[in-house]
């Protein structure tokens, strides 16, 4: 055994767990509605098929971008 490991218990202390308040949004890519997940208070943007994964399995689901908004007060989506 590792004299420098930490034991189970103190790494579950050290974990935090995000809670995420996500919302289904339909966004047109290439002329094509596509369904994704989006936290509002954040902007970030989520495979929507990862986020119903999710729901069902306490998963994280896929951040695939965010939204950004622009000069003239329009939203883009920026792809990661």
Do not use: H
């Not at 767990?17 to 339909?26: A, D, G, N, S």
């Not at 509605?33 to 990862?50: N, V």
């Amino acid at each position: 055994s590792l004299g420098t490991e930490e034991s189970d218990s103190s790494i579950e202390i050290n974990t935090t767990t995000k809670e995420l308040k996500l919302v289904e949004v339909t966004m047109n890519l290439a002329g094509v509605p596509t369904k994704f997940a989006m936290d509002k208070k954040t902007m970030e943007i989520f495979d929507y098929d990862s986020y119903k994964n999710a729901i069902i399995t306490g998963s994280s689901p896929l951040k695939i971008g965010k939204i950004e908004i622009q000069p003239d007060g329009k939203k883009k989506f920026i792809k990661i």
